[in-house]
């Protein structure tokens, strides 16, 4: 519903509230740091620093980088994008505290930071037709623009 507000005929709002400054179209989203209204963080107008509530959110979180679930459940709460709103609800295949601890290595400890590679997969199959069922393996081919990143 979210990330789709015109199937739901709710009502869309174009913004660029994402990790990568992507601009997207979903529901009404107001990141934690452009509502931030504490003594010193907002100016005579009433106006949010945003900057400096950001560096107060990021210093909050670099304090909880030692606990993934604490982590987890403070993004959620005071998210940024709404990727971290979401990030504790519904099910997920993946390990979320892990995926969260491997974040933390790389955004606040600098370590561990991962070379993305791009390219394409490229099936092998037991026969010409092509089916599920006829694969054998798969490889990873690189290829600069590819469209597979793999870290």
Not at 18 to 46: C, H, M, Q, S
Not at 104 to 113: D, E, L, P, T, W
Not at 135 to 143: D, N, R, S, Y
């Amino acid at each position: 519903m979210f990330f789709n507000p015109n199937a739901y005929n709710a009502l869309p709002f174009y913004n660029n509230y994402t990790e990568d400054g992507e601009w997207v179209l979903t529901a009404y989203f107001i990141p934690a740091n452009i509502a931030f209204y504490a003594d010193g963080y907002v100016d005579k107008r009433g106006v949010c620093s945003i900057k400096k509530a950001t560096e107060y959110y990021m210093s909050e979180r670099a304090k909880l980088e030692s606990s993934a679930k604490a982590l987890i459940d403070y993004k959620a709460e005071y998210c940024l994008y709404p990727s971290e709103a979401f990030a504790i609800e519904g099910k997920n295949n993946f390990n979320k505290v892990k995926l969260v601890e491997q974040i933390s290595a790389i955004k606040f400890k600098k370590r561990n930071v991962p070379k993305i590679e791009r390219g394409y997969f490229k099936f092998n199959y037991s026969n010409p037709n092509h089916k599920r069922e006829s694969i054998t393996g798969v490889q990873f081919i690189p290829k600069p623009d590819g469209p597979i990143y793999i870290l």
